[in-house]
């Protein structure tokens, strides 16, 4: 079972509980429900009526895991332009793949608009096969 990412360990430590127990069981069924893949559970996963309104979650992010990453990406040699590009392409996958496909929903998540989403999709899928081809 995927572990939960820092953000959504600190959500449910402070979130209140008036159901107690079975509130907290119901809760974490209804993350579980809504996440995909093998990474761990994130605050995207979190479904909107369990949302804290107040951006209690965003706290959390950029955390030290992102930074080690753009870090290593930078030592590499990898320049702004493709980390934009790279990080774009990869959130858009993982919407894609927390909505089952459904692009309508993985578009409202990323916060743009289904055509959008697919123009962005096609774009990700020749640059992957002009470097594979």
């Known amino acids: 079972m995927p572990e939960f990412d820092v953000a959504v360990q600190e959500y449910l430590l402070s979130r209140p509980y008036p159901g107690n127990v079975r509130e907290l069981r119901q809760v974490v069924e ?28 965003k706290r959390s992010w950029p955390d030290e ?8 990406a930078i030592t590499l040699g990898v320049g702004l332009k493709e980390l934009s590009q790279i990080t774009a392409e990869t959130a858009v996958r993982i ?23 697919q123009i962005r999709r096609a774009a990700a899928n020749v640059r992957r096969d002009l470097l594979t081809g």
Do not use: M, Y
């Open 30 to 57: 209804r993350i579980a429900h809504r996440h995909v893949g093998p990474w761990p559970i994130s605050a995207g996963d979190i479904p909107e009526q369990d949302c804290p309104g107040d951006g209690e979650l």
């Open 65 to 72: 895991a992102f930074e080690n990453t753009i870090a290593a």
């Open 95 to 117: 919407a894609i793949q927390t909505e089952k496909g459904n692009l309508q929903r993985a578009a409202r998540r990323l916060g743009v608009t289904d055509r959008a989403l």
